[in-house]
C-alpha cells in the first residue's frame, strides 16, 4: 500500500525531495550530454571506417555517464523511498499520493513552483491540475497508514 501524504507532510518534504529532484534533473541532463558524445563519436568512427580517437576523452566521457547514471539511479530510489513519485524528470515534476473523499489523489508539485498549490486525480494528469481549496483542505487525509497519524497535521520526519 503506498504511503499517503497530508499537504502538510508534502510541504514538509519539500526541502528533501526539491533537493533530490534537482541532483535527479542535473544528472539526467549530465549523463544526455555525456551520452549524446558518446554516440556522436561512435558516429564519426563508423563513417570514417575507423579514425584516431582521443582515448582519454572518450574514457572521461564514459566515466562521466557512469557517474551520472548511478547518481541519476540513487535519487530517484531515494525520492521513491520518501513515497513520492517523480512523474516528469524534465520539467521537476513530483506527486504525493493522498486521499481525497476516500479516492486516491495526487498533490502535485514542480521544482519551479514555490509552494504546493495543485492536486488531480490519479489519471488526470498535470493538465488536469486544480488549485488547492477549501474543500480539499477539508476532505484530504492521509489516511490509516503504518507511521502516518491521520489526524496529527504536523508533517512527517525529513532531511
Not at 9 to 35: F, I, N
Not at 71 to 97: A, H, S
Amino acid at each position: 500500500m503506498p504511503r499517503h501524504f497530508t499537504l502538510a507532510d508534502a510541504k514538509a518534504s519539500l526541502p528533501t525531495v526539491g533537493r533530490l529532484l534537482r541532483d535527479s534533473v542535473q544528472a539526467k541532463g549530465r549523463y544526455e550530454e555525456a551520452e549524446t558524445y558518446l554516440h556522436n563519436l561512435s558516429q564519426r568512427i563508423m563513417m570514417r571506417g575507423g579514425m584516431s580517437v582521443d582515448t582519454a576523452a572518450a574514457e572521461s566521457w564514459k566515466a562521466q555517464r557512469d557517474a551520472n547514471a548511478h547518481t541519476l539511479k540513487n535519487t530517484l530510489e531515494k525520492i521513491e523511498e520518501l513515497g513520492v513519485q517523480v512523474k516528469d524528470l524534465d520539467i521537476g515534476l513530483v506527486d504525493f499520493p493522498t486521499l481525497y473523499r476516500g479516492e486516491e489523489v495526487y498533490i502535485c508539485w514542480r521544482m519551479d513552483e514555490d509552494d504546493i498549490e495543485f492536486w488531480h486525480g490519479v489519471h488526470e494528469g498535470f493538465a488536469g491540475r486544480k488549485e488547492i481549496d477549501a474543500d480539499f483542505l477539508a476532505n484530504h487525509t492521509a489516511g490509516n497508514d503504518p507511521g502516518s497519524d491521520s489526524d496529527d497535521d504536523s508533517g512527517g520526519d525529513f532531511e
